[in-house]
């Protein structure tokens, strides 16, 4: 098993470009989630999803966009990137339902220039 | 609104000294509380999961308890590989899709 996987590591954008970050996993996990780490603020949560084709807001989504067409994937889209955006990115999945951990990404760290 | 806080936000042992770390939380009924370590430049590895006060988890040199209001971390004999930050995060009964961590507290281990 590769858990869950991130592409790319690193990324660095010019303010107004977009992108798209890459999130797999390969737990057959229902639940996937986007966190931005930022100095001093902890994880954030930006988007989640409970199952393909199923996604809800965290507690920061301004400025990004998901989808989850199947259970594997779930990537996050910058559309119009800001300097605010910079920062490091995790992906996170878990079995949906009831009290069980996430199992993290190894992160994407994105500069906005 | 559910808020996690932990302290210190460093600490600094010599090599084989005891301490603990805490997670003070306010949430709208707790599902679960979970502990996470996190190495520079990595992602967080899942530690402990805690459901209910009173409860207890050991691993090697750490031993994660739950009261009604915080969680403590506490670490036995510390050795330099245990340096890193260490995660504290809630899931609440009511918002149960989404998780709320701490700002973590950076521990460094001197031999």
């Known amino acids: 098993n590769a858990g869950v996987t991130q592409t790319p590591k690193f990324q660095v954008l010019k303010t107004g470009q977009s992108m798209t970050l890459q999130c797999a996993q390969d737990m057959n996990h229902e639940y996937m989630s986007w966190y931005r780490q930022d100095p001093g603020m902890g994880l954030r949560l930006i988007h989640y999803s409970v199952g393909a084709g199923i996604t809800d807001q965290g507690e920061v989504p301004n400025g990004y966009n998901v989808s989850r067409s199947t259970t594997e994937d779930f990537p996050l889209r910058l559309l119009s990137a800001a300097p605010s955006q910079t920062s490091v990115y995790f992906c996170a999945s878990r079995v949906t339902t009831g009290a069980y951990e996430q199992y993290f990404g190894p992160g994407t760290r994105l500069t906005v220039t | 609104e559910d808020q996690v806080t932990q302290s210190p936000e460093a600490l600094r042992l010599q090599e084989g000294e005891s301490s603990s770390l805490n997670c003070s939380y306010t949430v709208s009924g707790l599902r679960g509380l979970f502990w996470y370590r996190q190495d520079p430049g990595k992602g967080p590895e899942f530690l402990f999961t805690l459901y209910s006060a009173g409860e207890e988890k050991e691993k090697e040199r750490l031993k994660a308890t739950l009261t009604k209001k915080e969680s403590f971390l506490h670490i036995t004999a510390p050795k330099p590989e245990d340096s890193a930050t260490y995660l504290c995060?809630?899931?609440?009964?009511?918002?149960?899709?989404?998780?709320?961590f701490g700002t973590g507290t950076s521990l460094t281990v001197i031999p």
């Open positions: 995060a809630v899931q609440a009964s009511v918002t149960g899709n989404q998780f709320y």
